[in-house]
């Protein structure tokens, strides 16, 4: 196994990155379970910049679209002795990621296409719509004790709609290239900055509207 994972290729290249997913699919493939750990301690360096962030995005992309197809090559028969609806919630999780990437460029072009017809509908639907679908990332944190994290749950998913929407069909058209993106360390540009400026804009703006709304403060300390 060990061997395959340090020798996988990938368009004829040797698979540089997505090295966790990659031993994942391969123990997986075994017949073995994989845990999450949340307890265990990690030492890694995270990005501080729009750059450094935009490119991690991207590398993890990426890979996920390499190991999706690995993943399908034995996801699909009965590769571990687990229980039907294990198999069954595995590969349905399989199936909706997979459908996210691909069908990421024609999704995409109807949304462009939406937007330059009825731009101030599409917008505050897209923006509802973000709204409402992060509420799964609040209720995941607010589970796991995270609660204070909770409370971004709302204003970053805002930012990757503004910021990040391209990194999966990116990611898609570019999965061949396995460069690692963050090693070498680049200044951001104006535009980079201005996003990530946004992004805690968002964060901060969020904050002030629980402080300074009773009500929802007073909420807010019941929940979390």
């Keep these: 196994m060990l061997d395959r994972w340090l020798h996988q290729r990938y368009f004829g290249q040797e698979a540089n990155i997505g090295e966790d997913r990659a031993i994942t699919n391969l123990i997986l493939e075994q017949g073995f379970k994989v845990r999450f750990q949340s307890t265990a301690c990690v030492l890694t360096k995270v990005p501080v910049h729009f750059a450094g962030l935009r490119k991690m995005y991207t590398r993890w992309a990426r890979s996920d679209v390499r190991e999706s197809i690995a993943f399908a090559r034995f996801g699909f028969g009965r590769f571990a002795d687990w229980p039907r609806w294990r198999m069954m919630l595995t590969r349905l999780n399989f199936i909706a990621k997979s459908a996210s990437i691909s069908l990421a460029w024609p999704m995409l072009t109807v949304m462009i296409a939406l937007s330059l ?71 951001p540009s104006l535009l980079r900055r201005l996003a990530a400026a946004m992004g805690a804009a968002f964060a901060r703006a969020g904050r002030l509207v629980i402080q300074r709304t009773p009500g929802l403060a007073r909420l807010t300390s019941l929940l979390f």
């Design 117 to 187: 017809a009825f731009p101030m509908a599409i917008g505050l639907k897209l923006v509802a719509g973000t709204i409402a679908g992060s509420a799964w990332m609040l209720a995941i944190c607010a589970w796991r004790g995270r609660r204070f994290d909770a409370i971004f749950a709302v204003p970053y998913a805002l930012f990757w709609l503004a910021a990040l929407w391209w990194i999966t069909p990116w990611g898609l058209a570019t999965s061949h290239r396995g460069g690692w993106l963050t090693r070498a360390d680049t200044r």
